[in-house]
């Protein structure tokens, strides 16, 4: 049997998604906990797209084989009594074996999330960017367009990125101001390693006015990692989730997303 499992996870204390020897990843927490409540020595699960360290996920969707018959409220009240309190399964749902939590993903959305004031959080630690000088809207919404589309996006891209290509295609890059809380939201098709840090680091550059919003085509079109800014901070990014079809009748949000602003 093939299930699907929705997670909504606090990354801070975490070296990111994929297992590591150290065991401190979202994948070591979610398999071990599998495993304790399947009573199996292991279990795989393949994730719809990994997430670094410090990032947040609110409905990372896994899936795994078992040849356990159990009740879908029961693999999810069972494998969260294992887990720790920052990590807990949404959702699961029996899907067919042709289902790939990865492959079937149509794409992927993120939102970061960024605060605008003269003192750095506190109660909002790892949970939100910060910024201390104000941002202009239209300055970054302008440079935003420039990133739409396809694209090779290699001056946005970390070094150590394993994608096998740059080209990627940015469906969506949504900007909207809630008092001094600030929302980028990000849909492509794929993205690659520190990408939306990297553009958000770029947009930051201009909407405190310290380059001009045609900057970011300049950026775009040197395919050179050095032409962008500085990677901005995990702190404030949360994956959304990836979108399917509805054939596979999969939930496209949590509870989770109630807590952005």
Same mark, same amino acid.
């Given at each position: 049997?093939? #299930?699907?499992?929705?997670?909504?996870? &606090?990354?801070?204390?975490? /070296?990111?998604?994929?297992?590591?020897?150290?065991?401190?990843?979202?994948?070591?927490?979610? =398999?071990?906990?599998?495993?304790?409540?399947?009573?199996? +020595?292991?279990?795989?699960?393949?994730?719809?797209?990994?997430? *670094?360290?410090?990032?947040?996920? &609110?409905?990372?969707?896994?899936?795994?084989?078992?040849?356990?018959?159990?009740?879908?409220?029961?693999?999810?009240?069972?494998?969260?009594?294992?887990?720790?309190? *920052?990590?807990?399964?949404?959702?699961?749902?029996?899907?067919?074996?042709?289902?790939?939590?990865?492959?079937?993903?149509?794409?992927?959305?993120?939102?970061?999330?960024?605060? @605008?004031?003269?003192?750095? +959080?506190?109660? =909002?630690?790892?949970?939100?960017?910060?910024?201390?000088?104000?941002?202009?809207?239209?300055?970054?919404?302008?440079?935003?367009?420039?990133? &739409?589309? =396809?694209?090779?996006?290699?001056?946005?891209?970390?070094?150590?990125?394993?994608?096998?290509?740059?080209?990627?295609?940015?469906?969506?890059?949504? #900007?909207? /101001?809630?008092?001094?809380?600030?929302?980028?939201?990000? =849909?492509?098709?794929? $993205?690659?390693?520190?990408?939306?840090?990297? #553009?958000?680091?770029?947009?930051?550059?201009?909407?405190? %006015?310290?380059?001009?919003? %045609?900057?970011?085509?300049?950026?775009?079109?040197?395919?050179?990692?050095?032409?962008?800014?500085?990677? $901005?901070?995990?702190?404030?990014?949360? $994956? &959304?989730?990836?979108?399917? %079809?509805? @054939?596979?009748?999969? +939930? +496209? @949000?949590?509870?989770? $997303?109630?807590?952005?602003?």
């Amino acid at each position: 049997m093939r #299930i699907a499992l929705g997670i909504s996870y &606090l990354g801070s204390a975490y /070296q990111g998604w994929q297992s590591q020897t150290s065991g401190r990843t979202v994948q070591d927490v979610l =398999e071990q906990s599998l495993a304790q409540f399947s009573d199996l +020595p292991s279990v795989s699960t393949l994730c719809a797209g990994r997430t *670094d360290a410090g990032v947040h996920g &609110l409905n990372q969707v896994v899936h795994f084989d078992t040849p356990l018959d159990r009740p879908m409220a029961s693999w999810v009240r069972g494998t969260n009594s294992f887990l720790p309190r *920052d990590v807990a399964v949404q959702w699961a749902q029996a899907v067919p074996d042709t289902f790939h939590a990865r492959a079937a993903a149509l794409s992927r959305r993120y939102a970061y999330v960024l605060l @605008e004031s003269p003192v750095r +959080p506190s109660v =909002e630690a790892g949970r939100v960017g910060w910024v201390f000088r104000p941002l202009d809207a239209a300055a970054m919404q302008e440079a935003a367009q420039h990133l &739409l589309g =396809e694209h090779d996006f290699t001056s946005f891209r970390a070094s150590q990125c394993q994608a096998l290509s740059p080209v990627k295609r940015l469906l969506r890059l949504d #900007i909207a /101001q809630r008092g001094p809380y600030w929302r980028f939201d990000f =849909e492509a098709s794929a $993205f690659l390693h520190h990408m939306i840090r990297n #553009i958000m680091a770029c947009l930051v550059t201009v909407g405190q %006015g310290r380059q001009p919003p %045609g900057w970011m085509q300049q950026v775009l079109a040197a395919r050179n990692r050095d032409a962008a800014s500085p990677t $901005f901070s995990p702190d404030g990014l949360y $994956f &959304l989730g990836p979108t399917y %079809g509805p @054939e596979w009748g999969l +939930p +496209p @949000e949590t509870p989770a $997303f109630a807590s952005l602003p």
